[in-house]
């Protein structure tokens, strides 16, 4: 696997662990995730934001690999 391969894969699990378990990091803890979260409509749609980029992170490791 190449290295952007692998730190794409990597990027992938930590969105999709962040959408899943609520750390305070990708929620609350950041006053730029807080702007985010408002711009976006709020904390349900911050997660579905969270786990599309998962996704589109781990579809491009795999073409990448």
């Known amino acids: 696997m190449s290295v952007w391969s ?3 894969f990597v990027l992938a699990a930590l969105y999709a662990v962040g959408a ?3 750390f305070p990091i990708f929620f609350e803890g950041n006053p ?6 408002a711009k976006v409509g709020g904390k349900r749609n911050w997660k579905i934001v969270l786990l599309v980029l998962a996704v589109i992170f781990l579809i491009l490791a795999v073409l990448l690999r």
């Open 6 to 8: 692998i730190i794409l």
């Open 20 to 22: 899943i378990f609520e």
């Open 32 to 37: 730029k995730t807080r702007w985010l979260m």
